[in-house]
């Protein structure tokens, strides 16, 4: 950064005289003054950040009224949960959309939570880029505290109608009902009446929010999305009530009751773990830190640093570790960050990240996708950038409409018809099988071709496992695979949470977890296609047996009873025969 | 919103009781509380815009060393040509890349451009969301007033280290030297230093940003962004010295010259067009206006609204022309949004769009890529949502170390070697057609397949233009296709302006655009393989002339004089017979 760099400089000046001599010269140049500095710094003003997603609001997935109507109620329904778990309530929630006009819906999301403080519901609904989930490491659906505000942001630009929100704290406490917009050019919240009002319920919360919005069935559907949660979330009882209710050959309100009562394990929250830390971050640390001593600040600050490992760090950065945390320079916190990379420092815990568990994706994936086969893998946690994350794979295989076979007890092959698998989540056999991909207990319903999880789908050699798959595409199948990320901080490709970023600790999980539940697919498919020609030929056996029977009759002239138990034998010979 | 509704509270009412029961007898059941809402509203806080983007600078484009150094100068240098086109200054920008260390490199822009007033440079470096290109409808590079900022925070993120910059806004005044970082949990600028240095410049501004990086020659490597950024600014005067340069075997300093010194005409900034504006921005709108009356309004904030239109529209929405803006109730605001749509409204004025224009188009292909033909197409200006755009195409074709045939005046056919164009530019005959991608004269690199651009390219049938193509993908050829965007609001996939969103309106305009190059693309191509088969008939026939010569010359016993004649008029004849 010397001051007298850059020969350019001088270039610059020669050439730019001599331009500046032509341009005199070239009658069409205009290098005439159009704004001097000072009036363009008139012009320089702040930018709301309500103002800009206003603006580019497609970049929070409102960029359609389709999508627009699932984001706002996956916006709500991942703040119930996210609240009824932390504060430990099983978490109920009813879902309803009301066509309210042309292209004008409300959803309604209501839950059995904690409920919110009247002072807090304001910001809370009402401000951009607040909340309580941004600044911990810790497995929360939501993370950025825009999402619900944003919602209201875009039903008050559509119908310029307010949101309204019902809260109560508890039994003893009161219901108090708000309505409230955005005030996108301050990026505060408007509220404009708020009152107490009777509600029949110990505690919760209760948003409704009127928008332009279209409303469709479909892979990318609010139904895909509450049905998807359901199998995510097994301890969640939902009502759903879509915009047809009531309406002349509309449907029913339905209603997925939880298949569990246990809430999952309280998620904690950890601390940074030094390699994942940048030096810019970490000199912000030492800046902000109330710790007095180098070695302190290490230990209080990070997960994984014990007195030895901080003795350590400083040593190798040639740092005292009794220096004072907010004295240290640029230098010797580079030095710093140096020696922390270089130091060996065990992974950061991961009892922080709260997986599904084989056990309940698998009663998830049964109770909600009808199908022939299920296999559930949970991988152990691991580690990027210094986040922890675990990945779960489930998958459900069946042949919808297709014909099945069992071997029975006694070595019997019988035909059973399988059910038509769910239309939806488990395609035909000519299709690319269905992929689920969910992050934190949360569905992701578009992007899937930008996102890690597709990619690690298409990456695996399905053909090992006994489905067709083109080169470089999804394998086809009557078959859907669910990916499941948990971590304290999933890297979306975008505000809209709808992709996960590519990161290679995460696609290397994915795909050992792919290749785990592939291989058992494997054995289902391969025992499938055996028992389809064993059937083959026995049932050719089967058609002569009764002739042989007649035959020996004829020349050992036996009784008919001698000839049918003679035939018997030769059946149960046959059964028994072959082994699998 | 009736708060009696929703029945579902009544059966929420009831399955929770019940659950509830469940609970207490099912020992796995755990409802203890966790947290109260007390608690958990003291954990809620507002996250500054800096903090966000830090923990998702993906979002930015500085998610890996390699793009983060593109992005970077990619901010700087658009940031000094908005500064200079504004200012009247024909743009000379010089662009430095240094090694300072493994894995760091400093980048350096400095430009001739208006400079920036010593109180702004803090919050125009040092604050995320300030600009002065946000809040006005007009054809800028920059929009969102984040850029720059987010790349002096990058560099701080990875190594830091601030920000160096220094500005003079005139002969007569003084050139202020700047370090500053981001205070990001605060998002505003920390200066660490501002002095008054001497500076042989009359007026600019030098930013030196160091950072972790990586340097890469390549399709989407910072030579390439420039080239392009060459071919688009045909006004603008380049200098650039890569990292490698006085390094053994390293490159030299490259100057792109200008080929023109006439300035883009000055960007002029309009107003909203009614179409355009959604009901929350009208309510916002007539909430902030200084206007006394309805018709007032509607003629001062938006374009194309005259005294008739506006009379049009109040009495469609039944409201009267003469009522107080302010006092306007959202049912009425509703009315006039709905009778917005419902009049005919010229649409909005497009001389806000400065095209670069054929001619300059052509010039700019044919100085930085080498082929053998070029054509290009300016579309008339058009629509979508309310902002008016327009596309221009070009077409680079030539056939790399492959041969060519011109027909010449006396209509003889010779071959020509036509020169290798350069590599990455123009592709070889059997790769894809490169795709050159420009918005507001800003080439975009990153996220091609994600763009309406590539997509509208992949939708034209461009084997009725001569090249092959594989189904759903780009065509085959030596060919590069630029396409064009200006507007006064780019809709962009993401805050790092990589990618075009898929308006149709903007679709059919670039399919247009392809083609109307595509047919005088395939004249020229249909040609060249008329002529290549043309030269063969021709080198046969020629071949034998002479012998016809003799054979003639025998018969007729001709002196060597009329027989060398007569093959002569042979010639001529063969050449002048075939037409084209």
Redesign the interface.
């Known amino acids: 950064?010397d001051?007298n760099?850059?020969p350019?400089?001088f270039?610059?000046?020669a050439?730019?005289t001599a331009?500046a001599q032509?341009?005199k010269k070239?009658p069409?140049?205009?290098?005439?003054?159009?704004?001097?500095?000072?009036e363009?710094?008139e012009?320089?003003?702040?930018?709301?950040?309500s103002?800009?997603f206003?603006?580019?609001r497609?970049?929070l997935g409102f960029?359609s009224p389709l999508k627009g109507l699932l984001t706002a109620v996956k916006e709500a329904v991942d703040n119930s949960l996210d609240?009824c778990?932390?504060?430990?309530?099983?978490p109920?929630i009813?879902v309803?959309i009301t066509e309210t006009g042309a292209d004008r819906f409300?959803i309604?999301v209501?839950d059995?939570g904690?409920?919110?403080?009247a002072?807090?519901v304001g910001?809370?609904f009402g401000?951009l880029?607040?909340?309580?989930k941004?600044?911990?490491l810790s497995q929360t659906r939501g993370q950025?505290?825009i999402g619900i505000s944003a919602a209201v942001?875009y039903g008050?630009?559509?119908?310029?109608?307010p949101a309204?929100i019902v809260s109560k704290?508890?039994k003893k406490s009161q219901a108090h009902?708000f309505f409230l917009t955005v005030d996108?050019?301050r990026n505060r919240p408007d509220v404009h009446g708020e009152k107490v009002?009777e509600w029949?319920?110990d505690?919760g919360t209760r948003v409704?929010i009127?928008m332009e919005a279209k409303y469709q069935k479909g892979l990318r559907s609010v139904d895909m999305y509450l049905k998807q949660t359901a199998i995510a979330n097994p301890h969640l009882?939902l009502?759903y009530?879509d915009p047809t209710f009531g309406k002349e050959g509309g449907s029913e309100?339905v209603?997925y009751a939880?298949s569990?009562?246990?809430?999952p394990p309280?998620t904690v929250e950890i601390k940074p773990h030094p390699h994942g830390v940048?030096?810019?971050?970490?000199?912000?640390m030492l800046k902000?830190t109330s710790c007095r001593s180098l070695s302190g600040f290490l230990q209080e600050e990070f997960s994984r640093v014990g007195p030895k490992v901080a003795e350590e760090i400083c040593d190798t950065a040639k740092v005292s570790s009794k220096a004072y945390p907010t004295r240290i320079a640029?230098e010797e916190?580079?030095a710093l960050?140096d020696a922390i990379q270089k130091t060996k420092i065990s992974s950061p815990p991961t009892n922080c990240i709260s997986p599904i568990g084989e056990e309940l994706v698998l009663s998830g994936l049964k109770k909600e996708i009808e199908a022939d086969f299920y296999v559930a893998s949970t991988r152990p946690a691991a580690v990027y950038r210094g986040n922890p994350f675990l990945i779960e794979v489930g998958i459900a295989y069946g042949k919808p409409g297709g014909v099945g076979l069992e071997l029975s007890e006694e070595g019997r092959i019988t035909k059973k018809k399988t059910v038509i698998a769910t239309e939806d989540l488990v395609g035909n056999a000519d299709e690319p099988i269905r992929v689920l991909r969910l992050a934190n207990r949360v569905p992701l319903l578009y992007q899937q071709s930008?996102c890690a999880v597709t990619k690690s789908v298409i990456a695996t050699n399905w053909k090992a496992y006994g489905l067709q798959q083109p080169k470089g595409a999804l394998p086809i199948g009557p078959c859907a695979v669910m990916v499941h990320i948990a971590s304290v901080?999933v890297?979306f490709?975008?505000?809209s949470k709808e992709a996960i970023?590519n990161y290679p600790e995460i696609q290397k999980e994915i795909r050992l977890g792919l290749q785990d539940c592939g291989r058992k697919l494997a054995a289902y498919i391969r025992k499938g296609k055996r028992l389809q020609a064993e059937f083959q030929k026995r049932s050719y056996i089967e058609k002569y047996i009764p002739h042989i029977g007649i035959a020996l009759q004829e020349i050992l002239d036996l009784s008919d009873k001698e000839r049918d138990s003679t035939t018997g034998t030769l059946e149960d010979v046959l059964n028994k025969s072959r082994k699998f």
Chains 1, 2 share one sequence.
Request: charged share 30%; glycine share 6%.
């Open positions: 950064m001051p760099a850059s350019s400089l270039d610059m000046q050439s730019e331009d032509a341009a070239a069409e140049a205009e290098t005439k003054r159009r704004a001097t500095a000072q363009m710094a012009k320089q003003r702040e930018i709301s950040v103002e800009f206003t603006k580019n497609h970049l960029d609240a778990e932390e504060a430990g309530i099983l109920e009813a309803e409300r309604a209501e059995n904690p409920g919110i403080v002072e807090q910001k809370v401000k880029l607040y909340g309580s941004f600044h911990k950025q505290g942001m008050q630009l559509t119908t310029g109608k309204r704290t508890g009902e996108t050019a009002i029949d319920k505690h409704e009127e009882t009502h009530q309100r209603t939880r569990t009562k246990a809430l309280e940048e030096l810019g971050v970490l000199i912000a902000e640029r916190a580079s960050h930008a901080w890297p490709t975008s505000e970023a």
